[in-house]
């Protein structure tokens, strides 16, 4: 049914050339890049794990991340509608709808995350944050108490007004006014971190490798970062991709938004590695690095609550880039399949959304108890099976349809015919085998 449903591209929604560079990037830069990646860096080995997470990015996630491209341009519609729209097979079409669920569940405590960082930005310009040194203390009273539940509806309320205002007039100029914001604000902040005595030491261990901490772990870790980093599995890019116009390149939109955000991975990590190192933190401290140690770190320098919060306000930026381009995803689905509207479609699921998330608020610092299933809380089984299972489970889709099934990918991707092989050689035998190697190791299956 869902073949005869009216097109997204029957409606005026396009990116312009640049609009949709700037979304796209947008989407992949995120918490990811300066939450995640941080900690995971520090934990998995330094510049060691840096060099793996830039080769799993150019060599399996740009090819993910054309092919994502090239199935919502050609099928002009939401995930599952492009899929049946380019296989005529039915089944497709419910594997496209396990990749719609995935950013539903995500952004339910990708926006709780978010919500933390505005709480911090708003913190630390008023100075609040810094009169009580104990910052361990103060993030587990606030995540402790009811109050994330507010921040994550302020959070999901300012991506639906994006949402809301459709493609160009809302996550175009979104994306056009912020994005330029913060490679201004991670600029101040690089001088100032580099600046720091004692940065040198957090430099090289970001950045000069030592090979006897790579692990086959860190490689697969390293991999299913580079995924989510570029926003792949989850339907994002290839909603996103059903905007671009036909004349426009996949191939140079792929270089740039690759180089994009590794661009502000480098950029990050060469903000949080010499501040931790100058202020005697452990990088590998874990999720609580950002927020905890941070903070810490801020108050020890001049103008500490200025740059605190300069940095939190570069964080919560970065998520709502990305939180827009999640929402997008079930937004996209629903007035597809349902012939709702917009406005009708942002509102319902926003709800839903934030019905989902409050059990994620507050499990996570434990406002509520009984939250926690095995050994993990509500937040953390969220994040765990989207993270860990849907995502790589979506880039095998993906990657499996693009190699395999659909035929006229070549001809949507646009690509000169060495490119053509290197791109389809990796999207049909190298990313597969890697990402299920990485299921298999979510799983449980694989041990180190
Ligand atoms: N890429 C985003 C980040 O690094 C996360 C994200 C994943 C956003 C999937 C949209 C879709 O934070």
Redesign the pocket.
């Given at each position: 049914k869902s073949t005869s449903a009216p097109s997204l591209a029957d409606g005026e929604e396009r990116f312009s050339k640049s609009g949709f560079i700037f979304a796209a990037i947008g989407?992949?830069?995120?918490?990811?890049?300066m939450w995640k990646f941080p900690y995971i860096t520090g934990k998995y080995g330094g510049a060691a794990f840096f060099l793996m997470f830039v080769i799993c990015l150019l060599a399996v996630g740009l090819p993910v991340l054309m092919a994502e491209l090239a199935i919502g341009r050609g099928g002009r519609g939401s995930v599952s509608a492009s899929f049946s729209r380019l296989s005529k097979q039915k089944g497709w079409g419910a594997l496209g709808f396990l990749m719609i669920l995935a950013?539903f569940l995500?952004l339910s405590f990708y926006s709780v995350v978010a919500g933390w960082t505005i709480y911090y930005a708003v913190r630390s310009f008023s100075g609040q944050l810094f009169s009580n040194s104990d910052y361990s203390g103060q993030f587990s009273a606030f995540i402790g108490s009811w109050q994330p539940v507010w921040w994550m509806l302020l959070a999901l309320v300012l991506t639906a007004v994006v949402i809301i205002k459709g493609v160009s007039a809302g996550i175009e100029k979104f994306n056009k006014i912020l994005i330029p914001g913060l490679v201004v604000l991670l600029l101040i902040l690089v001088v100032r971190s580099l600046t720091l005595d004692g940065a040198g030491e957090g430099v090289s261990f970001f950045l000069s490798p030592d090979f006897s901490k790579l692990t086959a772990e860190s490689a697969l870790v390293a991999l299913g970062h580079a995924f989510?980093?570029?926003?792949l599995g989850?339907g994002?890019m290839i909603t996103y991709g059903a905007y671009v116009d036909k004349r426009q390149s996949l191939g140079i939109g792929t270089m740039a938004i690759g180089l994009g955000d590794l661009l502000y991975a480098f950029l990050a990590g060469l903000i949080i590695f010499p501040t931790s190192f100058a202020f005697g933190i452990e990088p590998g401290e874990g999720p609580g690095l950002v927020f905890v140690a941070l903070p810490a770190a801020f108050a020890a320098m001049p103008l500490g609550s200025l740059f605190g919060g300069l940095f939190f306000i570069l964080l919560a930026f970065a998520a709502l880039t990305?939180t827009v381009?999640?929402l997008e995803v079930p937004v996209a689905f629903v007035r597809e399949r349902f012939g709702w509207s917009r406005g009708l479609s942002v509102i319902v699921i926003t709800l839903l959304l934030f019905l989902l998330g409050i059990p994620s608020a507050v499990s996570v610092g434990g406002a509520v108890g009984g939250l926690q299933f095995g050994e993990k809380t509500f937040f953390d089984w969220v994040d765990f099976i989207c993270s860990n299972i849907m995502l790589p489970l979506g880039g095998l889709i993906v990657t499996i349809f693009v190699g395999y099934v659909w035929k006229h990918a070549g001809d949507e991707a646009g690509l000169t015919s060495s490119w053509f092989r290197i791109w389809i050689f990796m999207v049909r035998y190298i990313a597969p085998i890697l990402v299920v190697l990485v299921l298999l190791y979510s799983a449980g299956a694989l041990d180190f």
């Open positions: 989407s992949a830069v995120g918490l990811g890049n950013p995500i989510f980093s570029l926003s989850m994002t990305s381009g999640l």
